[in-house]
């Protein structure tokens, strides 16, 4: 297998996984995305190919365990250990708490909380044993000050806050840096939230690993 260090981004699209990928990409990375859909992984695997970058795809549920153990799997076994993991997955669904259902709220927190234990589980033991490893989680300004028209996010956001939060604890006595990048408006391409400013900082934490989170906003 190649001696560059493997990133794995769990949700690919075109926007901040997009621009972690051609960061790390960039400076030696080997990436692997992992998206639901063939088409959002394709356009992004095209893109970064063009870049001369080495990236591969598979397709995996968030929402399902099963589908993320499996994709664990399978990138081990094709790819090797991972140095880096970014869970970048929200489901992004309107309502307030008078509206939401509760299989709603369930639904919506396998994917925004749930998805990035497993995640996280399929690659914590390797790196527990190699005594380093990096992971990363994408989070919100609404896990601080929740949204009440986004009821059920900002919930999901609030957890995995303190999912990253509870693990950076747990995982520090092993070598292991655990990092969260709290983005506090829309990510968009040409503004202060462009993709692209955003993956500067998880490449800054990455290397200096001196702090647990960093607030993105203006």
């Known amino acids: 297998?190649?001696?560059?260090?493997?990133?794995?981004?769990?949700?690919?699209?075109?926007?901040?996984?997009?621009?972690?990928?051609?960061?790390?990409?960039?400076?030696?990375?080997?990436?692997?995305?992992?998206?639901?859909?063939?088409?959002?992984?394709?356009?992004?695997?095209?893109?970064?190919?063009?870049?001369?970058?080495?990236s591969h795809g598979i397709l995996a549920d968030a929402s399902n365990p099963d589908s993320l153990k499996a994709a664990f799997e399978q990138i081990k076994n094709q790819y090797g250990a991972t140095d880096v993991l970014v869970y970048n997955v929200a489901h992004i669904v309107p309502g307030d708490l008078l509206s939401i259902n509760e299989q709603q709220l369930i639904e919506d927190f396998k994917v925004n909380t749930v998805g990035a234990l497993t995640s996280a589980q399929q690659v914590i033991p390797d790196m527990v044993e190699r005594r380093q490893g990096a992971l990363f989680f994408t989070g919100g300004g609404i896990a601080l000050i929740p949204n009440p028209l986004y009821a059920s996010l900002s919930i999901g956001k609030a957890a995995i806050h303190s999912l990253a939060l509870s693990m950076a604890e747990t995982l520090s006595?092993?070598?292991?840096?655990?990092?969260?990048?709290?983005?506090?408006?829309?990510?968009?391409?040409?503004?202060?939230?462009?993709?692209?400013r955003i993956a500067d900082v998880y490449w800054e934490l990455y290397n200096k690993k001196d702090q647990r989170e960093y607030l993105f906003r203006e």
């Open 173 to 196: 006595p092993y070598g292991i840096y655990v990092g969260q990048v709290l983005i506090a408006d829309h990510v968009k391409k040409g503004t202060f939230y462009d993709p692209d």
């Open 1 to 54: 297998m190649s001696d560059k260090p493997l990133l794995v981004i769990v949700g690919s699209g075109p926007g901040v996984s997009s621009g972690i990928a051609r960061k790390f990409g960039s400076n030696g990375f080997r990436v692997v995305l992992l998206a639901r859909t063939k088409p959002s992984l394709e356009r992004v695997l095209e893109e970064l190919r063009q870049l001369f970058i080495e």
